[in-house]
């Protein structure tokens, strides 16, 4: 789903939730036993009410495309015929006010989700939005039309103790100790069904959100969506990636060369956002290996590691840019020494050995300092 289109559907989450009829939810504690089920009419709730469910749904379509939102296809021959599938469409083509499936789906969170010892809250709400008609250039939308888009939200909320606190007492004219007691924290994951893709439904796909980069719940896409294999989460991506070249280039692995690569990943990453902003910037598996033969990789290495990233990465041809580098920044980390420095300086980074030591060389001209105190160099 594109930036555009996922920040269309947030436009639809104000404060007033007008555009969402009931609020649905489900309680599980610790032990994976369901506390209670909700069913609250947007009619019934106060304004700070609706602004803090609000502020929930419009969580799960925020953060970074294939970072905290990911796209998920469903197998082909899976829609329409799972159990999967139809459980989805069925809660879309009821706006959720189904309530035995959203206990079918409540249950198939609850026996996959793991939460490690958690409490959390499974939120659901469902709105049907009418897109309009493009005009007949395809750049503008008129309000007059009979397209209409049915989805629903759900958000997977962990529950926290809040800590004790001191509050102003009126009556008392004192501050006391109080405690507010269970509260929600923002989902941890969440998913919206079906994706918006050009002005209509694709019910092929799934815009799944995660909070975390470093655990997307992957036991929750295989039993929601019938994906064997689910996406690394975006900091595993870099960490498997970044170990991967390590092994296969072994003592080839020189700074000069990682500092190239990485340089040369974040130039194209810029290239692309600044022809199309909106597109993911992704690299080919064989421009990496070019960029290492260019390098002087030998061969043989450069077999090794490309035959390591398919099997690691499920035969993957093609990396989001944003989940193999830090594209802003760019760090040497020694025992006792940490650098960091932006990508174009990293180039000018060296190795030299002096005296039988190796030292790592930065250039260095004006505007240094130690502990805040500037020094002459």
Known sequence: ????????????????????????????NAAREIVTTMDIPVLDMDTEEREMYASILKKVMSGKAERNQISLEF??????????????????????????MRDLLYQRIIGSLD???????????????????????????????????EYFICAICPVKTSKAALQYQPGQQEFRGISTG?????????????????????????????????????ELITSLFMIDNPPMAADVQKETFNSTLAEALGKECSLEVVTSLQAKLSARAEAIHEESPSEIPE??????????????????????FGESVG???DGAATFNIGNLIQKRSFEVRTPETRIITDPETAL???????DGVTYILVPAGEGVSVNGVEITV
């Open 1 to 28: 789903m594109r930036p555009e289109e996922t920040r269309r559907i947030r436009k639809r989450i104000d404060a007033t939730l007008s555009n969402f009829r009931n609020i649905y939810g489900c309680y599980v």
């Open 75 to 100: 197998p082909t021959d899976k829609v329409g015929s799972s159990d999967e599938h139809r459980l989805l469409m069925a809660l879309k083509s009821s706006q959720l006010r189904d309530e035995n």
């Open 115 to 149: 939460m490690e010892g958690e409490s959390y809250v499974i939120i659901l709400a469902a709105d049907t939005y009418d897109l309009g008609a493009k005009d007949v250039r395809g750049e503008e939308w008129s309000e007059e039309s009979n397209n209409q888009f």
């Open 182 to 218: 269970t509260i929600l924290a923002p989902p941890a994951v969440g998913f919206l069904f079906p994706v918006l893709d050009e002005g209509s439904a694709d019910i092929y796909q799934v815009q799944y959100y995660t909070r975390s980069t470093s655990v997307n719940h992957g």
């Open 283 to 304: 690299v080919y598996i064989e421009d990496i290996e070019d960029i290492l033969s260019d390098k002087g990789i030998s061969d043989e290495k450069i077999k090794t």
């Open 311 to 313: 099997k690691r990465f």
């Open 348 to 354: 000018r980074i060296k190795t030299q050995r002096i």
